[in-house]
Every structure is written in C-alpha cells, then in structure tokens.
C-alpha cells in the first residue's frame, strides 16, 4: 500500500493518515497494521500517567526534550479517555508541548474517546505500533487517571511512570492499589509545592509493603517539571528501569504477555462480529428469541448448535 510506503519512507502526513484510520476504524486500517508489523518492536515505549494536573504533559514535554538531546526521535501520544476530542493535540497539551511541536524529529498526536474505552486503548496500542514502524525511537503514552482503564492503556508500555502530587490528601490510599500494581518509576510532581516529603515518605512505606517480593523496587523522584528540575535524575531512572527489564528477562516476559493479551483480543472481537453478522444481522436472533421466551428452546441449546453451526467445519 502506498500509505505504509510513505510511512515507511518517513512521511508525517502518512502517519498522521494512518493514526486517523486507527481511531475511525476505517477499513483500511487493518491492512495498513498487517503491512506495518513486520517493522515494529523496536522503540521504548514508556506510559506516563496519573491523575489531572498532575503535570503529565508537562514533564513528557521536557522527557520529551532530554531524549532529543540524546539524539533520539520521539513519538507522543496523549491519551484523554474523558474526551471526545481528538485528532490534532488537545489544546492544553499542545500548549504544554509547546517547544516540541517545531521540532521535526517529535510526532505528537492526541486520541479521545470516539468509542469504548475498551476500543481506546486498543487503538492507542496500534497508534504506538505506526510511531513504532515509523521509526520513532522513544514512544510517551500520556494517559488521564489510574483506574482500569488506564491501566488497560499502559499496558502498550514497557514502563510505566505514575505521576503524583502532593495535597492529594486520601487520595492516594484510593488509588494506591492500582498505582502500585502498575508504577515501575514514580514521580512526584510540583516539589515546588508543600507536602513533597511527606508523599514520598507515605509512597516509601507502601512500596516497602508492597515490595517485600518483587526484585525491582520502583525508585520516587521528586520533579518540578515547570522548572525542568530532576528531568535528568528522572531520565536516568527509566533507563536503569528499562536495562534491568531488558537484562532480566522482563521486558521480554511483558511483550509476550502483551502479544498474547492482543491476539486473544482480535479473535474474540473477530469471532464476535462474525456470529453479529451471521445471527443479528439476517434476522435469526430474533427467531432465538421468541423461541427461548417461549420455552420451546432454551438459550444453552442454541448457544451449543449455533457453535456447532458457525465454527465447526
Ligand atoms: N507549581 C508547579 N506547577 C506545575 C509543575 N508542573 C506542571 N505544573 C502546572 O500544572 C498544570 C497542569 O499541568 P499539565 O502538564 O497540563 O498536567 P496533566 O493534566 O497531568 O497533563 C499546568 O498549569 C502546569 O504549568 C510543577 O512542577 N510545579
Ligand atoms: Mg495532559
């Protein structure tokens, strides 16, 4: 297709055209993902998330910047599950990115909730995969909140930094299962402000508990990513992260997890829509239904013949 060759050949337009197939679902996007994914699996992909304002955009703007420094490219995506927003950056983002958005080795592009979450993250990881064939070294994907969701979105990440502030009060006892479960690095962002020490101090006691068995202990960095202020220290501690996954066999164990989570996925949707098609859509479920009411038939039955029917040939 000529769409990929372009993308392959390094055209934005081709890319963003693509991210676009991705989030609308056109048909061809399924094509255009076949022809990408022999050229995928090579760039680090880190999940940034945490809840509103906590200065996700923010800090990925001056990641962002330190890894270019390095002379490595970057891909951006900026998950919003509550919007509806997408296609071009959210305005707020594209304001906190703004030293990025002249730079022609940075792609940032937002994704809303056109969809179901479910879709979302979904989509967000094929929008990864195209950045990833692009040839994007370092790939943030930004994402609102911890709860299922997100942690669905992340899961496209090889690590994954979690974003607290300080004054979040209970909060973090609210969140602290999901948080710890998913933090491979965690920032605590807004130093600037009071309470810095004492979040860090309650982050270190549930870590310490939570931890007793895991080989890898999430380092807390404290940031003031306004100021730039331990974006470097910050840098250093994703790259120890992803050695240590790299080196122990983790990131290889996360990619398989996350190939398998992947695959089952499409074929459960493809068998679902496949069954859509063949009872919905010409009537027949209908037909079931009246039966079942009835009790001329029941739902078991049914579900056992049309197996039979559609996927035993
Ligand atoms: N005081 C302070 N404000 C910050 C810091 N980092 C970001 N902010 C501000 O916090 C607000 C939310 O930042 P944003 O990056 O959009 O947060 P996001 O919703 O997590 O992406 C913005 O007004 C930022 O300028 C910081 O370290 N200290
Ligand atoms: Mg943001």
Redesign the pocket.
Same mark, same amino acid.
């Given at each position: 297709m000529d769409i990929v060759k372009d993308l392959l050949n390094g055209s934005r337009l081709a890319l963003s055209r693509t991210i676009t197939a991705i989030e609308n679902e056109y048909d061809e996007a399924v094509d255009i993902m076949k022809e990408l994914y022999p050229h995928t699996g090579h760039a680090f992909v880190l999940g940034i998330t /945490?809840p509103? %304002?906590? %200065?996700? #955009?923010?800090?990925t703007d001056k990641l962002a910047r330190a890894y270019r420094n390095m002379g490595k490219t970057v891909g951006i995506i900026a998950v919003d599950p509550t919007s509806p927003f997408s296609g071009g950056a959210i305005l /707020? *983002?594209r304001i906190?990115m703004n030293s990025l958005t002249l730079d022609e080795g940075v792609f940032i592009r937002s994704m809303g909730t056109r969809g179901s979450l479910g879709g979302l993250s979904h989509k967000t990881a094929d929008a990864v995969k195209a950045l990833d064939a692009f040839g994007k070294d370092v790939i943030f994907v930004?994402t !609102?909140g911890v709860g299922q969701s997100e942690v669905d979105i992340v899961k496209a990440a090889d690590t994954t930094m979690v !974003?607290l502030i300080p004054g979040m009060g209970d909060d973090i006892q609210a969140i602290k299962a999901g948080i710890l479960e998913i933090g491979d690095v965690f920032a605590i962002?807004?130093? *600037?402000?009071d309470g810095a020490d004492k979040l860090q101090m309650e982050l270190n006691m549930m870590l310490d508990l939570d931890g007793e068995m895991k080989e890898w202990r999430p380092p807390i960095q404290k !940031?003031?990513? #306004?100021?730039g202020e331990g974006i470097n220290e910050l840098v250093a501690q994703l790259d120890k992260h992803y050695s240590y996954i790299k080196e122990n066999g983790v990131l290889e164990q996360r990619r398989h997890e996350r190939t398998r989570t992947e695959l089952m996925e499409l074929l459960n949707a493809s068998i679902g829509r496949y069954i859509t098609n063949s009872i919905v859509k010409t009537g027949r479920l209908d037909n079931y239904l009246e039966d079942i009411k009835s009790r001329a038939n029941d739902p078991y039955t049914i579900v056992r013949s049309l197996l039979d029917e559609l996927l035993v040939k």
């Open positions: /945490g509103p %304002g906590a %200065g996700k #955009s923010t800090m /707020g *983002d906190r930004e !609102v !974003v962002n807004k130093a *600037d402000h !940031v003031i990513a #306004s100021q």
